[in-house]
């Protein structure tokens, strides 16, 4: 049998147009009915209707948390929680540069300052080790990040905070149903936030949610979506400022449907995940992340790995990424440092309407060593892929062993 690669005009480990892998988003007449419960019902707006409220009890209750406040993506959710805390100019939050770009701008769109905290190589998650160096008088909270919807070290992250009075927000945008120590994420900071956002695990399209055990600080959540309002208020009375950040009730009856399907999804991309690793464990080249006792409930958002270039001959993650699309199995890079965008430059020099007070930063002379090497090496499978079989599990390991034979 020829061993050439799919790249170079073989046949591919799989054929997607036989074989494609789980579509996404699932769904059925459960859905429908729900869209059109809210459709007939003449109730489309979070303040007349019933859905909405119902899904921030049942998602709060979920998560194990007491309170939630939906709204409408995940980086309002994040920005939203900066306000409720006080959070503004010339405060700094500090943030890990492993992640989406809406867990840093949140803090500049809210006028405080970035400051970046490397990870741990093998979590991808902030290294609870290096936070207090950067800590300053201006610090004000933490936002840990569950990447890949592995929790980060919680127990690390809150005893730093704890020792030196900080906030912490848990950005949860990928990791809905995940635990740490028995314990949902979002649920054990001081507020927690959530995307719904097409890729995510739980999916409206779009659609974001702040969940917190902590009532005032949920009130100032509250007010600051709901236009400045207060929930004993009257309709024109705003107390803050806030901004109109409300979920629709479709999102919302969308979401209680998609929700009743996550526990079961959760237990599928577990198992697939479980049978990856193991099929992964001593593959020479590939290097999968830490497995920690603590977390008790991984919600596998991304299959993540690192590269280890000199077990393939040298060929680049590009070229890999390449090889492997073409043998039918759909892979990608993912960040790059996130401090080295743009938009940071700016803000740290103050050009443009940033506030004007603080530290100034220099964003693109900073070098996370640990960041830098991961998003050298790092390769990420989508949540969907883990919602087939074992068969699709061997596929992935199949292509890689094939791609390393031809490479070495
Ligand atoms: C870690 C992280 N934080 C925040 C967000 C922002 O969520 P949204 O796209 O709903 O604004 C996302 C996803 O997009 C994310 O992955």
New binding site residues.
Partial sequence: MSEQLAISGGIPVRDIQARPWSKWPLYDATEEQALLRVLHSDQWWYVEGAEGKAFEEEFAAYQHAKHAVACV???AA?EISLRALGVGCGDEVIVPPY??I??ASAVLTVSATPVFVDIEGDTLNIDPAKIEEAITPRTKAIIA?HIAGRPADMDGVMAVARKHNLYVIE?A??APAAEWRGTKVGAIGDLGTF?F?ASKNLNAG?G?IIVSNNEELIEKAWSVTHVGRVRSGRWYQHEVLGGNYRMTEFQSAILRAQMARLPAQTQKRLENATYLRALLQSFEGVELPREDPRITLHANHLFTFRYKAEAFGGKTKAELIEALIAEGIPCTSGYVPLYKENVFAQAGQRKGAWCQTGRLMDYPNLNLPVCEQVCLENLWFFQQMLLGDSADMEDIANALAKIQRAWR
Avoid: I, K
């Fill in positions: 993506n995940g980086t994040l992640t989406f809406a867990t990040v950005d945008a990928q995307s956002q779009e974001g």
